[in-house]
């Protein structure tokens, strides 16, 4: 970790709570992995018939909740509530304390409340996951190299191919609100902290809870359902079910406390003068993608719930055979699984939104477009699920309908486009690597989008449907455009929150390496897919042979690319030149703070008098590096929140 | 603003260096990409049927549409690429032009992208009604399609319950899929065909096509349904009315 | 000094990188039934409708447990599970008369499908059961299938499909036997070209498991196995 960031000094000596302020990572994995056994032991002695797989999936299940409980009690998760209850609750010191002060490298491993700490932890986590769903698209690749090379098996290829999925889908939710929604975002909007900074922690070390839990389902039988877990194929599946189950039970409590913090932080803390007009445009891109959560992920927990109902006590939800259906499960996963893909992409696209004025030095283009279009595509995408399920047989003639809602959404689509291009038009061009990751979604998101818009087409969707064209178009969306903005608001932020810069070079080998292999990888798929190969095939006919051979040879460019990517962040991250504390020259507020971030952010609140758009607008002031490099005056602010202790929960 | 003054603005407008560059390679792009239009429709293959020749048009419309929409996006950006860039590793000295809005702009966008909206829902709809057309034909073959983990099996209601592993139809006859699922949910494709239809437990689902052309087509399971998905595939031969009758009899049934 | 502290950096993350994904890789390949395939015995020439090919001979077996088959005497991970033995990995030449004798020794019940108690596929649509030449077996007494399905594009279709008669209920072990006395089933096929073909069971056998297809029918190496066309 870097000099630059962390505050040395003493480690303030225990005042009260001693055994809670020694709980960290490693108490973590020791009490999970003791309730974990705890849970097992008695629920295999007390349920033990392991013939029956109702029986072998309760075990499961009660041992991941076990785990779960375990790790949480661990880290410390509890101790707010605990100490509360005692009537101990915790004093300002035990808060900042718990804040991370004068803690060096080992706040990143404790249940630390600074909004900054969890900020970077999310950021790790997100490359762990990515990661893990790396290699395991490694492995889909390798063993679609030619028609027939068996490299997996059909029982490991599904179940790898599920694996990839939901390690993906919960990587790429978190990869733009969970590092930079927390780091930078209450930064921006000139707070001192979350609204609600333990929740903040409890999002966070809930989905490292979960992790263990998803990957052990490669070790009970895998995932045969691919990530979608569509009923009733997975009533029917071994206990690995119940380890994906469980996790995206975990996360949908997680992104359900992630989202309410994270909505409230920006709906309550703006600085003063920071009116709707003068929010930074990623701010209203994080909090349509959080806000977007909020419904959408309790319909896929309910779905958990019922599966596991129908897994672990025979209750047959999902089973037509008994009065339950299918469909059910379908509506409610689509239901979640549309407005998803909005979670994922719209965050990444507003960070490219914010970073092109900066490079473009330019006002963002129509300002008030951006916003309306984010609302707009939030507001229509809860209505469009059904379009998964134009060849379900399910109500057939909803199938017009909702190609019109679908379709629909290419206006305000079509208008973040014509902001951004706006914002370019003219501009002075510095084509750094944040730049060069909105020009590659100008390249990616076009061919995502109209590929979206054969597939809106009932018609049209009943020939593409289930093969890898639909494959190789959501990753264009949200990899093409969702990885592709995460990369770029790494490389624009990376500056701020590590204090050290990105090695350049690194990051411009990684760059093309990542956009020509990704291309090389989903064009070859689009082909394979139109020519009629389905998706989740572990073999296929020969006709595909070309296609697929292109495809492989293009993700593993894209692994290589990532790998530099890794080695660019962890060496700057190291070694890195001392960044100052504005390089681009942006006149948002996170970027008036000083390197390192003191804990409490700013000094005196800001007093925000402009929106942080105001390029060329003639006041040399605002222009260049240097103090006077952003649109506020600082001072007259009176100090609102002196205490990170004085958050929502304690008071 | 007077018509003059109007025309005015757009000569200068077209004056401009970059209005005449962008419209170059917008030019360029947008032929490139109408070009590239019939692409899809060629690796798609020959259509077996009226209802995948619909999809193919519709894949070379929709590219076509959207070409021009592309075209300036993409020409936009390389051009800022090519003629705004600043070079150096520094912050640009100087800021760009600080251009909040443009409404002109902003309104034909939105107008144009509207009315591409309308013709994408207009054209999509008259295609649907088309495509199931065959459903409601009076002659129309009727097979119940049967998915179970991992086969799918196909027998002939009308002509004595014949059944088979392989799908035989008669050319340019409409044939009704009554479509099933033994356990999970797989989904019934005839690819060349254009078709797709999800096989439930305990629904029967429908989808209808007219077979226009002789051959041996492919029919694969669309959706994950466990271990040996990739092997759910069998064939759909489209045969003369006589080679379907003799086909019939062989099995045990009658025409 | 700083650049090469990059490449070692650099070769470090990508060879590292490269070697996770090997490994991972290696782990997961090794991941899965890996008996030996089981190679059809050419004995003679036989006489068909399509002239003089080899004869090549297969010999399996259907049981209530895991123990007679690949996994061996312990039964592996699941030891209750019905398997077909001795091996899931089938090998057969191509244009050849391939006979094929299954010894049956489990139960059974009814089948989804009627469709799978026929024989279907075989030279002349029949099969011999204990001898006795049929072309159907009660859809209510069906211990297992043999099915051999997918015709992928490009390669030719193959389709073969009999029923295997269940035992009763209450059959006793045979003496010297954990299983009762075989239900013996004989049938014989044409192969073409050299392929790549699944086989799996068509008879629900995976109790306990929505529509019974879960836990044997859904694992390698129980209930299902690839079968090559050389």
């Known amino acids: 970790m870097s000099e630059a960031v962390v505050q040395h000094g003493a480690v303030a000596r225990p005042v009260g709570g001693g055994a809670m302020r020694r709980l960290h990572l490693g108490t973590a994995l020791a009490g999970g992995l003791i309730l974990g056994f705890v849970a097992w032991y008695l629920s295999h002695h007390f349920l033990a018939d392991t013939d029956d797989p109702e029986a072998s999936n309760q075990v499961t299940s009660i041992t991941m909740v076990g785990w779960a409980i375990g790790f949480m009690i661990g880290i410390g998760a509890f101790r707010g509530p605990w100490r ?75 179940s790898v191919v599920g694996l990839h999925g939901l390690v993906m889908i919960i990587a790429t939710i978190i990869m733009v609100t969970g590092p930079f929604g927390n780091f930078i975002v209450p930064i921006m909007i000139g707070a001192r902290d979350m609204a609600f900074p333990r929740l903040n922690a409890l999002s966070l070390w809930l989905i490292v809870a979960a992790i263990p839990v998803l990957l052990s389902a490669g070790f009970l039988g895998g995932i045969p359902t691919g990530w979608s877990g569509y009923a009733p194929l997975s009533d029917q599946a071994p206990p690995g079910m119940d380890a994906y189950l469980m996790t995206i039970i975990i996360f949908a409590i997680s992104s359900a406390i992630a989202g309410a913090n994270i909505t409230t932080t920006i709906l309550t803390m703006r600085a003063r003068g920071m009116t709707w007009n003068r929010t930074p445009i990623f701010v209203w891109g994080t909090m349509a993608s959080v806000g977007l959560a909020i419904p959408a992920f ?46 994922i992409v719209i965050p990444a696209v507003a960070a490219l939104m914010e970073i092109a004025p900066v490079f473009a030095r330019k006002p963002l283009f129509n300002y008030n477009a951006a916003v309306l279009a984010i609302v707009g595509i939030v507001g229509l995408s809860i209505m469009v699920w059904a379009h998964h399920m134009y060849a379900s047989g399910w109500a057939p003639d909803l199938n017009g309908p909702f190609m019109l809602t679908t379709e629909l959404i290419s206006i305000p689509t079509g208008l973040l486009f014509l902001v951004v ?38 018609p049209a969707d009943y020939a593409l449907h289930g093969s890898m064209f639909v494959t190789a178009h959501f990753h264009y969306t949200l990899m093409g455009a969702g990885l592709t903005g995460a990369i770029g608001a790494l490389a624009y932020w990376f500056p701020k929150m590590t204090g050290r810069t990105l090695h350049k070079r690194a990051g411009f080998i990684s760059f093309w390496l990542v956009q020509i292999g990704f291309n090389v990888t989903f064009i070859g798929m689009f082909a394979v897919g139109l020519a009629g190969q389905p998706r989740r095939v572990e073999h296929y006919a020969s006709l595909f042979g070309v296609g697929n051979f292109v495809s492989t040879m293009g993700a593993y460019t894209i692994g290589i690319g990532m790998l530099v990517l890794l080695y660019a962040v962890v060496s700057s991250w190291r070694h890195g030149a001392i960044a100052i504390s504005n390089p681009w020259g942006s006149k948002t507020l996170e970027w008036t703070v000083p390197n390192p971030i003191p804990l409490e952010n700013f000094e005196v609140l800001p007093v925000v008098i402009a929106d942080p758009y105001g390029y ?36 | 603003m007077s018509t003059s003054q109007l025309g005015d603005r757009a000569r200068g407008w077209w004056q401009r260096r970059e209005t005449r560059g962008i419209f170059a390679i917008w030019t360029v792009l947008t032929i490139a990409l109408i070009a590239f239009g019939f692409v899809p429709s060629h690796i798609m293959g020959p259509p077996a049927s009226p209802t995948m020749r619909a999809v193919e048009d519709t894949m070379t419309i929709f590219t076509i549409a959207a070409a021009p929409v592309a075209a300036i996006v993409w020409a936009i950006a390389l051009y800022s690429l090519l003629r705004w860039r600043h070079r150096g590793d520094e912050i640009p000295t100087q800021d760009g032009p600080a251009i909040r809005s443009n409404g002109p702009a902003t309104t034909v966008w939105l107008v144009l992208s509207s009315i591409l909206c309308a013709f994408l829902l207009i054209w999509g709809l008259a295609e649907e009604t088309a495509v199931a057309r065959p459903a409601t034909a009076a002659n129309a073959l009727v097979i119940n399609v049967t998915g179970q983990q991992w086969v799918w099996t196909f027998s002939y209601p009308g002509q004595g319950n014949v059944e088979s592993d392989q799908l035989y139809l008669p050319l340019n006859r409409p044939v009704v899929f009554h479509v099933t699922s033994k356990d999970v949910i797989h989904s019934f494709w005839i690819v060349q065909m254009g078709i797709k239809i999800d096989a439930n437990p305990g629904e029967s689902t429908e989808t209808s096509v007219i077979p226009d052309r002789l051959g041996v087509f492919d029919i694969r399971c669309a959706e994950l349904c466990g271990l040996l998905h990739a092997d759910m595939e069998t064939s759909a031969h489209v045969v003369n009315a006589d080679d379907f009758a003799r086909w019939v009899n062989a099995n045990g049934g009658h025409v | 000094m700083a650049i090469r502290r990059a490449v070692i950096g650099l070769a470090t993350a990508v060879g590292g990188g490269a070697a996770v994904v090997a490994l991972t890789g290696m782990v997961l390949h090794e991941n899965g039934p890996n008996t030996a395939p089981l190679s059809a015995a050419v004995r003679g020439t036989a006489q068909t409708s399509q002239g003089p090919m080899p004869h090549a001979f297969l010999t399996l077996a259907t049981y209530p447990d895991s123990m007679a088959g690949e996994h061996g005497k312990s039964g592996g991970a699941h030891p209750d599970w019905v398997s077909y033995g001795p091996s899931s990995s089938l090998r057969v030449p191509a244009h050849a008369l391939v006979t094929i004798t299954i010894n049956q020794y489990d139960s059974g019940g009814t089948i989804t499908n009627p469709f799978f ?97 879960g836990g044997p029918m859904a694992t390698r190496g129980y209930m299902s196995g690839t079968f090559t066309v050389v």
């Open chain 1, 84 to 158: 509360w209850m005692l009537g101990k609750d915790q004093t300002h010191e035990d808060e900042t304390f718990y804040a991370g002060k004068d803690q060096g490298i080992g706040r990143y491993f404790r249940f630390t409340t600074d909004h900054k700490v969890v900020g970077i932890q999310y950021l790790v986590v997100t490359m762990v996951l990515l990661a893990v769903g790396g290699t395991l698209a490694m492995m889909i690749r390798t063993d679609l190299i030619t028609k027939d090379s068996r490299f997996l098996g059909p029982q490991t290829y599904n």
């Open chain 1, 298 to 343: 309790p319909m896929f927990m309910s779905a958990m719930v019922l599966l596991g109902v129908d897994r672990t006590a025979g209750a047959q939800f999902f089973v037509a055979s008994a009065g339950g259906s299918p469909w059910l499960y379908a509506n409610l996963f689509w239901i979640m699984g549309h407005p998803e893909v909005y979670v």
């Open chain 1, 421 to 458: 291009v706006g914002t370019i038009w003219r501009g002075r061009v510095w084509t750094t690597l944040p730049m060069l990751a909105v020009y590659a979604m100008l390249w990616n998101f076009i061919i995502g989008g109209i590929t979206g818009i054969y597939l809106s087409d009932v």
């Open chain 1, 616 to 651: 060329g607008e003639g006041d040399p002031a605002l222009t260049g590096v240097g103090a006077g490099a952003t649109p506020v005056t600082v001072g007259s602010g009176p100090p609102e929140r002196t205490s990170v202790g004085s958050d929502g929960e304690s008071t």
């Open chain 3, 117 to 213: 108690a026929q024989a279907r596929g075989t030279l002349g649509g029949t099969m011999t059961v204990n001898g006795k030449s049929e072309t159907k077996t009660n859809a209510d007494a069906v211990g297992h299938t043999f099915t051999i399905h997918a015709a992928p594009t490009n390669q030719d279709p193959l389709f073969v499909s009999v029923p295997l008669p269940a035992q009763d209920d209450n059959a006793q072990p045979a003496p010297g036997s954990d299983y009762p006395k075989p239900i013996v089933v004989q049938f014989s096929f044409i192969t073409k070209g050299p392929g790549e073909y699944a086989w799996n069971c068509e008879f629900p056998c995976g109790d306990g498991y929505y529509a019974k297809f």
